[in-house]
């Protein structure tokens, strides 16, 4: 039987790193795209896209580009996980978030329309579009597939655009386009500027004596974390299910960041009190108070559930930075590639 072929949009992001592996480990020829960068930007993915792996990275942008390389590689599943998802970031680049985080999505799925009207795509190709809990803003907690979305941010804007897009398509043209929406989910591969990776490197370098303190801003937001690699495996679920549908995942639980912090500096034996700084400057316009997801539906219709709960995902992530900043410590030429030579890339 031919390999399932399917396209990441995202590819080189923390959930774009954890899907390629779990795809390549289900048998499909994967297919990336990734953007020109002046420096490195496919670290994360580099042990899966060696030369003399049978799967594929090329460049485009949700921005323009996408709709070619759709045509050529003829995909069974698209997986939009592409985006400018910072949301703090997002109030500094409104305009270009709209752009990519919302518009991004309007252009696969309509190419996915037209390759199908004119007989280049199956009509049975599945389009997933990674949507997201910050849609439901200010909505009080706890929220589901059935909470109303009062987003107030650009990017929870923009995603709800592309969320809404999505069910618009599946319902004018029949199209199998399905919405996960994701509560945060971490890893020791998430961005830097996110909060709890930024906790856990910087008491990793205070523990290592290479830094002196933490400086955050909002320290009573309530987020419901949990860990990228379920996550992504929920993302294949929710494709692989008999019908496009929309699907709320996340663990059920929440905690404040200053409880993520506390966590994160009991488990290195440091006094938090001592070390973590306020500023001003790392708070937002609008604040998303607290998100807390119901995922009963994901669990009674596909069977998912998660299987690192909040001190699990703590202990990996110090785990990992403390292993990665000892790394740097001792030979700083070569961090970029530590994780790719972990895995058994060739860099
Ligand atoms: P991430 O680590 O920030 O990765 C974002 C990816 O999008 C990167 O590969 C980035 O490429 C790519 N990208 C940015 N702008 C692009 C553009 N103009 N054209 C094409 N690609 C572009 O995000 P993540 O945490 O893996 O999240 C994956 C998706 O889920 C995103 O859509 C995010 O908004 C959404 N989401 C995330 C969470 C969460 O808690 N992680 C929760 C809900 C929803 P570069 O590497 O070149 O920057
Ligand atoms: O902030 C507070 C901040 O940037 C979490 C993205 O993956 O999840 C993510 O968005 C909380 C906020 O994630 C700092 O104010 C305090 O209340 O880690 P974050 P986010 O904004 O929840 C959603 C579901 C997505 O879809 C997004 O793509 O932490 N906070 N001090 C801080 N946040 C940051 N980044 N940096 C600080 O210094």
Redesign the pocket.
């Known amino acids: 039987m031919a390999k399932k072929k399917a396209i990441i949009t995202g590819i080189t992001g923390q959930d774009g790193s954890y899907l390629s592996e779990w795809l390549l480990s289900k048998g499909y020829e994967v297919h990336g795209i990734i953007r020109r960068a002046s420096s490195l930007n496919t670290a994360r993915i580099d042990p899966y896209f060696d030369p003399e792996s049978k799967n594929f990275l090329h460049y485009g942008d949700l921005a323009d580009g996408i709709d070619n390389l759709i045509f050529e590689i003829k995909p069974d599943e698209i997986y939009n996980l592409g985006?400018m998802?910072?949301?703090?970031v997002s109030f500094d680049v409104p305009v270009y978030t709209g752009d990519v985080t919302g518009l991004g999505a309007t252009r696969i799925l309509d190419a996915i329309r037209r390759g199908i009207e004119n007989g280049i795509l199956d009509p049975g190709v599945k389009y997933y579009q990674a949507s997201?809990?910050?849609m439901f803003g200010t909505t009080e907690p706890p929220q589901s597939e059935n909470s109303p979305f009062n987003p107030v941010?650009p990017?929870g804007c923009a995603?709800l655009y592309a969320y809404h897009m999505t069910r618009a398509y599946r319902k004018g043209y029949k199209m199998f386009a399905s919405n996960g929406i994701?509560?945060?989910?971490e890893s020791p591969r998430r961005g830097f500027?996110?909060?709890?990776k930024?906790i856990t490197k910087t008491a990793c370098r205070i523990k290592l004596g290479v830094q002196d303190s933490l400086?955050?801003?909002?320290?009573s937001?309530l987020?419901d974390w949990g860990f990228s690699g379920d996550y992504v495996r929920a993302i294949w679920m929710i494709l692989q299910h008999n019908e496009p549908d929309d699907f709320v995942v996340s663990t059920g639980e929440y905690h404040t960041?200053k409880e993520f912090a506390e966590k994160v500096f009991e488990y290195l034996d440091l006094d938090f009190g001592k070390y973590v700084r306020y500023?001003k400057s790392?708070?937002?316009p609008n604040?998303?108070p607290a998100?807390l997801g119901d995922s009963s539906k994901i669990k009674k219709v596909l069977k998912w559930k998660p299987t690192v709960d909040f001190n699990m995902l703590v202990k990996m992530m110090v785990d990992a930075d403390l292993e990665y900043e000892k790394f740097i410590l001792n030979s700083p030429s070569q961090a970029i590639f530590f994780d790719a030579k972990k895995k058994g890339g060739k860099k």
Not at 193 to 196: A, G, K, S
């Open positions: 985006a998802s910072h949301v703090k997201s809990s910050e941010s990017y995603k994701l509560f945060n989910h500027n996110f909060v709890t930024k400086t955050l801003g909002n320290l937001a987020r960041v500023d790392y708070e937002r604040e998303v998100l």
